[in-house]
């Protein structure tokens, strides 16, 4: 049975039993900003199941994708090594809530593998929580003499933290026979492969109390989990994940690629192959290569995959290719693989090529090491961390290559040597406004604001609820606060737009809207300050935007649509919204692409878009619901969000040549392209791996800008004496008299610093030294350079820079290459470092560093000379 087909008969069973099909949520939660990944089924269902949230449902189903490559839950380590770990994978699920409990369950879990999937009975059996009858008494009821096997372990017993709901656990177990070792779960040799869990059923019936007292819950829930790979293990009869139909094929491709022996290089082909499809879902979901947070997990899973195809003879790009692979296998799963397969290949590619630049002189660097490491010995740190730090090597993939060599990394010293590079990787929370519990309960209670923003610019509404200091009051007399009224013109922060500022107006109060934003997804809550008198909850109330303000916010956010569909057709199709971000003053727009964009396609790119605007275009809203909207082919952007329903903008040329822009899109928009006026682009830039920003304006800001143009100009014009024409031939000229003035100096300075060196000999070795002031590194290594050019053997050099507005000294020391052996550049300027209360680094030939304890640079240079003695 194929993967496809088992992932689709469980989401059929459960909703021919009444369960809510629910797509797969994003891999980045979006409800609980201390979660680096979406790890299990539950996530997006939390804030329902802890009775914060409500849905219009009672039961659930999902096939959820799930990372576990960082955080608490990281299985990175462990991938390649055995036959089940994954950093992505599949769970499978149910959901009650408050519904149905453990026999339904129990009857639902045994129904789908003995029934539907055709799993004969006595290869399963099922652990409770030793103290759980009653779902012991179920599982004899629903599965006869099966063997239940009572644990009393936390493995057992499931709970969501130290307070807040809990309760005992189900697991069922497969029994893949007698010729695979391992015995039945709670016995010694349980770890065996024999008996594997393939799905797990929480049953949340308590709430745990922070006194350590546990109650019964009014509303008793499920949570299961059931690993899609795992299953399909099961039903393809084979005891390794990476055997069963998806991986097959993405490890087939990889064969092609690699042309290496497959069977002694498996574990390479496994981490490969399982990577692949964490990189493109991360991807997918918004993630981008970075140095931090969830994009520095990426670039570490792309690295290490990187590696090991290194490992198996791919010395070029490869796992771009691979990508397009996985997105036939997972993309009609997953319909928004297809959408994004240029752009996954595309970043992917980037950053292959900018890690194999670095990967082979790296490897060359731990290669030499490890020859001077005893067996079961340890690395350095410092070595470590010039891996990483110069060559891009994250420190587990260091590790995973000592480990192959039954070697460690000095840990403690890399940490110490990253100091506070050492925050890249760790994970302080996603920056989220985690939804404070009084929004959760409002949501539950009040109705949803009706948003008439589209078309009006004021109404007349009620007071539902007002918030001052994380509490509910009844009336608002001072300070700042958050209203929430039943009716309202106001558009709150969303999709890159930002929330519209006003004022509402009560009959005795005036309360000075400065944002609009959203919480729970529903709650429109207007944030600002009481300017006058009071208002109070159910009163009346006239709700006004500031007008003037809205109207340039559409023109900008219009104005993105079209820079979008200009930039597709400028650059290519594989251009993918990544993010936006717009106000009355100016927009930003970022987008896939793997390179900067010349400035005649900039130019053509704000041609288009200025060509549309003159047009008078006409701008369409419409209400489709989600499946509709994109069959009809509107565009769906990266990682956003989208209910049943959604709104469309379509910026339409004519019946013949079709539309320009047709983009899903909640935002506020001008009715046709002339009131944008006009457009300018400012900027172009990168902001990661594969992703561009362009910055711009229109309309009014486009005459402020010219304006303070028109002065930057006249004011320089006026400093260099000399007319707005001649200004680039004046800067011209003076760039090249400043040049020449500047090499002079430096020259004046090299050959001062050349008079004053000092020269010992002995032994046919010189030793030059010099103790200056006011040198740069920069100074020092072209002093180095020049001293290394008149004694290209049998010299080594010495100097120290003392600097007189700071307090801190530079080093350099250069050793003639047939000095190698006897004497280490990198060893001699350690010493002097030392003593300069700093630290620095090179190789034997060279080395540069520095301190700032620049009062014992005397100190430091007649150190390093004695060890030349």
């Known amino acids: 049975m194929l993967t496809s087909d088992i992932r689709s008969s469980f989401l059929k069973f459960f909703e021919d039993n009444n369960h809510k099909v629910v797509p797969s949520s994003s891999v980045i939660p979006h409800n609980d900003p201390t979660l680096l990944f979406t790890n299990a089924g539950m996530v997006q269902f939390k804030n329902v199941f802890t009775g914060m949230e409500t849905l219009g449902f009672n039961r659930a189903t999902t096939s959820q994708k799930c990372i576990r490559a960082g955080g608490k839950h990281n299985d990175l380590d462990q991938v390649g090594f055995t036959a089940r770990h994954h950093t992505f994978f599949e769970m499978l699920g149910n959901f009650s809530f408050g519904d149905y409990f ?92 024999r008996y594997i869990e393939i799905w797990n059923t929480v049953f949340m019936q308590f709430e745990q109390k922070s006194g350590g007292e546990r109650v019964p819950l009014k509303n008793k829930s499920i949570d299961t989990g059931m690993g899609l790979e795992r299953i399909a293990s099961v039903m393809q009869g084979v005891h390794d994940n990476y055997k069963t139909d998806i991986f097959k094929r993405i490890i087939s491709s990889l064969k ?82 297809e959408k994004s397969r240029s752009t996954i290949a595309s970043i992917t590619h980037v950053e292959e090529e900018k890690f194999l630049d670095t990967l082979e002189r790296g490897l060359k660097i731990l290669r030499q090491d490890i020859k001077n490491i005893p067996a079961g010995g340890l690395m350095g740190g410092e070595t470590a961390f010039k891996l990483y730090d110069t060559y891009g090597f994250p420190l587990d993939l260091t590790q995973d290559i000592l480990r192959s060599e039954n070697m460690s990394v000095d840990v403690d010293g890399f940490e110490k040597a990253l100091e506070e590079q050492r925050n890249r990787a760790k994970w302080t929370g996603s920056g989220e406004v985690k939804q404070e519990a009084i929004w959760l309960s409002l949501k539950d209670k009040l109705v949803i604001t009706d948003f008439y923003g589209y078309e009006e610019f004021y109404c007349d509404s009620n007071v539902l609820a007002i918030v001052q200091d994380g509490k509910e009051v009844s009336q608002l007399s001072s300070g700042k606060a958050y209203i929430i009224v039943d009716e309202t013109p106001f558009y709150a922060e969303c999709g890159g737009q930002c929330g519209d500022t006003g004022v509402i107006r009560a009959e005795n109060g005036l309360f000075t809207v400065t944002n609009t934003v959203k919480f729970c997804d529903a709650l429109v809550a207007h944030e600002g300050e009481l300017s006058s008198g009071n208002i109070f909850v159910s009163e009346e109330v006239v709700l006004e935007i500031d007008e003037s303000r809205r109207r340039k916010i559409q023109a900008n956010h219009t104005a993105t649509h079209l820079l979008h569909a200009a930039l597709k057709q400028v650059l290519g199709d594989h251009v993918t919204q990544r993010g936006s971000n717009l106000n009355d003053e100016r927009l930003r727009f970022d987008f896939s692409h793997n390179a900067a964009i010349s400035p005649e396609n900039l130019r053509k790119v704000e041609a288009l878009v200025n060509g549309w605007i003159s047009r008078n275009l006409s701008v369409s809203p419409n209400i489709l619901s989600k ?15 989208y209910g049943d329903f959604v709104r469309t903008i379509r910026v339409c040329c004519d019946d013949e040549l079709g539309d320009v822009s047709y983009e899903l899109c909640g935002g506020t928009h001008v009715t046709d392209t002339s009131e944008i006026g006009l457009f300018k682009i400012l900027s172009e830039s990168s902001i990661g791996s594969g992703i561009r920003r ?131 550049a990198g060893n001699i300027l350690k010493k002097g470092v030392e003593i300069l209360g700093g630290k620095g680094g090179g190789s034997a030939t060279f080395a540069q560093g520095g301190g700032s304890l620049k009062a014992k640079a005397d100190e430091s240079l007649n150190a390093m000379l004695a060890m030349t003695i």
């Not at 189900?170 to 492969?193: K, L, Q, R, V």
């Not at 031939?729 to 090249?736: E, H």
Request: proline share 4%; with cysteine.
């Open 694 to 824: 362009i910055e711009a304006i229109t309309g009014e800001s486009i005459i402020a800008y010219l304006n303070n143009l028109e002065e930057l100009l006249s004011r320089s014009s006026q400093l260099l004496k000399c007319t707005q024409q001649e200004l680039p031939q004046k800067i011209s000229d003076l760039t090249i008299e400043l040049k020449k003035k500047n090499q002079e100096l430096a020259n004046n300075k090299l050959k001062t610093a050349l008079n004053n060196l000092a020269i010992i000999e002995k032994s046919g070795i010189k030793v030059m030294s010099a103790l200056l002031d006011d040198h740069s590194m920069e100074d020092l290594r072209a002093l180095s350079d020049a001293i290394k050019a008149k004694h290209p053997s049998n010299a080594i050099c010495i100097l120290i820079s003392r600097d007189s507005d700071l307090d801190k000294a530079s080093a350099v020391v250069s050793v003639s290459p047939n000095l190698q052996g006897k004497y280490s």
């Open 102 to 193: 453990k026999e339904d369950a129990i009857y639902f879990a045994w129904t789908f593998l003995t029934k539907i999937l055709g799993i004969p009975k006595h290869k399963l059996l099922a652990t409770v929580y030793h103290t759980d009858e009653e779902a012991k008494e179920f599982w004899k009821k629903i599965a006869g003499d099966i063997t239940i096997i009572p644990i009393a372990t936390s493995d057992n017993f499931w709970s969501m933290g130290d307070v807040g709901p809990c309760g005992p656990c189900s697991e069922i177990f497969y029994d893949h026979g007698e010729n695979i070792p391992g015995g039945m779960p709670g016995t010694p040799d349980e770890n065996g492969d």
């Open 627 to 641: 499946d509709e909207a994109i069959e009809s082919g509107a565009t769906a952007l990266f990682g956003e969000r």
């Open 256 to 337: 092609d690629i690699s042309k290496t022996n497959y069977e002694l290089t498996y574990p390479s082909y496994k981490v490969i192959a399982d990577h692949i499809r964490s990189i493109v879902f991360l991807l997918v979901d918004g993630v981008v290569p970075s140095n931090e947070g969830r994009g520095y997990v990426l670039r570490r899973i792309l690295r290490r995959a990187i590696r090991h195809g290194n490992m198996i003879g791919i010395k070029d790009p490869f796992l771009f290719a691979l990508s397009d692979v996985l997105v036939d296998i997972m993309k009609d799963a997953y319909p928004e693989l």
